[in-house]
């Protein structure tokens, strides 16, 4: 029986160089609240948490977080791991409940929360690697071949370089892209034509046979995305993503009864507790938790296999190995998000610079290895381009 003996948090921030970003290339909830439209330029997230969990055995689990660094590693140094030292990694189920529990005054939403996947994940890792067993096999196993994935980097952009962008996914055999709306309500009808065009020409791009889906980023309030969605339903989309603020439910929920285009949602919900609510309140046609922000895989399962019974879909958000096996194991999930290997740009892509293993994507699928222990990832020597805070 092992016992975790010491919990290492270190934040990875990236000092190299930034690929510039254009104008409106994404809108956000905080274009409503600044003078600065379309642009989430100081959004951009170029610090990532990697935890390490240390066992008796000389094992070593690996977890991350993506949001919030700094606060995430406070969170886990201070509150987190004097829980863990002397825990058995393969009392996972106790381990979630004790840091859930004894946190949950401050914990159950947002940064809090975020810290406990992390550790999670890294608990999951640890616990594979002592079985000798991927994730995906300890929680339900294979239930695909392969797994489809779709093309995540269209931000909005100039139209002849948007259609190149897209041209080049759909013939790399990607049969699903995802672009990002670049203007909201601030911007009237000239951006209403102008986000209409970025679906127009990813079509002309991508042919008839490809699925197109759309982010928001929350950057819409209701009667503007009434409104765009009576634009976009001739086109043909799988889905628009987060058309409002994450806690407005109520208004997925109207927006979702129009029964126009599909909505999706849920990468900034958190908690089994959270998704039941958003459920019941019929605010999501599909789901899109992130597995290192709901709870880790502890929480993630029980979310997929809530919305299994609910007959929603799961699509995780961001793609990365920890949602892969979740997708892996349900057969509530489809597809997953894809984000190509690129020069760093907003930080979706960070990921791809810190750690060895993620599966690239071949044809359109990506495949987990049903030998590599945990999740199968390692961490990268890293270069001159990071600034390490342990």
């Known amino acids: 029986?092992?016992?975790?003996?010491?919990?290492?948090?270190?934040?990875?921030?990236?000092?190299?160089?930034?690929?510039?970003?254009?104008?409106?290339?994404?809108?956000?909830?905080?274009?409503?609240?600044?003078?600065?439209?379309?642009?989430?330029?100081?959004?951009?997230?170029?610090?990532?948490?990697?935890?390490?969990?240390?066992?008796?055995?000389?094992?070593?689990?690996?977890?991350?977080?993506?949001?919030?660094?700094?606060?995430?590693?406070?969170?886990?140094?201070?509150?987190?791991?004097?829980?863990?030292?002397?825990?058995?990694?393969?009392?996972?189920?106790?381990?979630?409940?004790?840091?859930?529990?004894?946190?949950?005054?401050?914990?159950?939403?947002?940064?809090?929360?975020?810290?406990?996947?992390?550790?999670?994940?890294?608990?999951?890792?640890?616990?594979?690697?002592m079985l000798g067993q991927p994730v995906f096999r300890l929680i339900g196993g294979r239930t695909k071949p392969k797994l489809p994935?779709?093309?995540?980097?269209?931000?909005?952009?100039?139209?002849?370089?948007?259609?190149t962008e897209a041209k080049a996914y759909a013939e790399q055999g990607f049969n699903a892209v995802k672009i990002r709306f670049g203007w909201g309500p601030k911007d009237g009808l000239e951006g209403m034509r102008k986000n209409v065009d970025l679906v127009k020409t990813t079509r002309e791009a991508v042919g008839d046979d490809v699925d197109i889906m759309a982010d928001c980023y929350m950057g819409w309030n209701i009667e503007y995305a009434r409104r765009m969605l009576r634009l976009l339903e001739p086109l043909g989309m799988r889905w628009v993503e987060e058309p409002v603020i994450a806690d407005d439910l109520a208004g997925y929920a109207e927006l979702r009864a129009l029964n126009m285009v599909a909505i999706s949602g849920g990468e900034h919900e958190y908690t089994l507790a959270g998704f039941r609510h958003a459920l019941d309140l019929r605010a999501y046609d599909i789901v899109q938790f992130d597995v290192n922000r709901v709870g880790g895989i502890t929480a993630a399962k029980k979310i997929a296999d809530l919305c299994e019974a609910y007959d929603i879909p799961v699509i995780p958000h961001a793609g990365q190995m920890h949602n892969y096996h979740v997708s892996m194991s349900s057969y509530a999930a489809p597809i997953s998000e894809y984000f190509p290997k690129v020069p760093v740009e907003v930080g979706n892509e960070l990921f791809w610079y810190i750690f060895d293993g993620e599966p690239v994507a071949e044809d359109g699928y990506i495949n987990l290895s049903d030998t590599a222990p945990g999740f199968g990832l390692t961490l990268q020597t890293p270069d001159q381009n990071f600034r390490l805070t342990s």
């Open 149 to 163: 994935v779709y093309a995540s980097r269209l931000y909005s952009q100039p139209l002849d370089t948007l259609y």
């Open 1 to 129: 029986m092992a016992k975790i003996t010491d919990v290492r948090t270190t934040i990875w921030e990236w000092v190299g160089a930034v690929a510039p970003m254009p104008p409106h290339f994404c809108t956000t909830a905080g274009d409503l609240v600044t003078d600065v439209t379309g642009s989430i330029a100081g959004f951009r997230f170029l610090g990532w948490l990697v935890v390490e969990i240390e066992c008796d055995d000389g094992t070593v689990g690996i977890g991350n977080a993506a949001l919030a660094p700094h606060a995430t590693k406070t969170t886990i140094d201070t509150y987190l791991k004097p829980l863990l030292i002397g825990t058995d990694p393969m009392d996972s189920e106790y381990i979630w409940q004790s840091m859930y529990r004894r946190t949950m005054p401050f914990g159950r939403k947002g940064i809090g929360m975020t810290a406990m996947s992390a550790v999670d994940l890294a608990i999951w890792d640890a616990k594979g690697k």
